[in-house]
């Protein structure tokens, strides 16, 4: 690894480009160390919280260090003081991982398994008209009828 600018790593030939602003979530907890207080021991998930992220989402569920871990419910800021349910389901070191429930804004959802935040392998989709597309679902798209 050869550092060239603080934003820009070099490997090789290839060169990575680092985010401005990394994705945090901002624990709500009055606990300092999740880690040593977590209700299954330490460093493991179990400990439940409340989590807000900069866009004015709120988490609920288990956490692990700062951040969702176990089954969890992601709500959207809909306007003041309101919040619509988004997702529920399992999370792993932040992100929607494993089976889970997404909810969309026009009343359609998908439910099924998830990797990195997007749909990828079994799916259910439940569209407004009645329809339903059942199969499999790679880099969060379709790839049946």
Known sequence: MMKMHDDVVVYG??????????????????????????????????????????????????????????????????????FQLQYEGEWVQGRKEGLGTLYYHNGESYSGQLVANIRHGFGRYFFNNGDVYAGEWVDDRRTGR
Do not use: C, D
């Open 13 to 82: 030939v290839a060169m990575l480009y680092r985010r401005s602003t990394p994705k945090t979530w901002n624990a709500t907890m009055k606990e300092r160390n999740p880690l040593a207080s977590s209700l299954t021991g330490p460093g493991r998930a179990g400990k439940f919280g409340e989590l807000s992220g900069e866009s004015g989402g709120q988490y609920q569920g288990e956490i692990l260090a700062g951040r969702p871990h176990g089954h969890g419910y992601y709500f959207m800021k809909k306007g003041p003081g309101q």
